[in-house]
């Protein structure tokens, strides 16, 4: 930010804090001079005092309240393909039973997808990532 640009913006926050407090002041003498009419030159005061006390104590709690961000309802991720086999499980424990049955007669006939299965699991992340 170049200093052009600063006193610019300087000057802006600056015209504008001075047409708040003109604002303020014209705001004040009105509320006065109404209340003056009904109240006396004491009452119109303390009528000013607690109006803009209240909209000092308007602009603290707005300023000091505790903002919570509205949360966006997000879906559920698609279960895994092992939750999906864990619930069937769960749902049929007979037929789970049995597909457990079948792939230990499976292993059992076949040595080398055992070794297969022992060796990829022990390699785990050990094994070099494929070349792109």
């Known amino acids: 930010m170049n200093l052009q640009r600063i006193l610019s913006l300087a000057a802006a926050i600056g015209a504008i804090v001075a047409a708040a407090a003109v604002c303020v002041v014209a705001a004040s003498f009105a509320l006065y001079a109404l209340a003056r009419e009904y109240l006396g030159p004491a ?28 949360t966006k309802a997000t879906a559920a991720p698609p279960p895994s393909p092992l939750d999906k086999a864990i619930g069937m499980a769960k749902e049929h424990p007979v037929v789970a039973a049995g597909a457990a049955a079948v792939a230990v007669a499976v292993l059992l006939r076949n040595p080398a997808t055992v070794a297969a299965l022992v060796s990829a699991f022990l390699a785990g992340n050990n094994t070099a990532p494929p070349k792109k």
Do not use: E
Not at 46 to 54: D, E, S
Not at 57 to 65: G, S, Y
């Open 43 to 70: 009452g119109g005061g303390a009528v000013v005092a607690a109006v803009f006390a209240l909209v000092a104590v308007i602009i603290a709690w707005i300023a000091t309240r505790k903002v919570t961000p509205k």
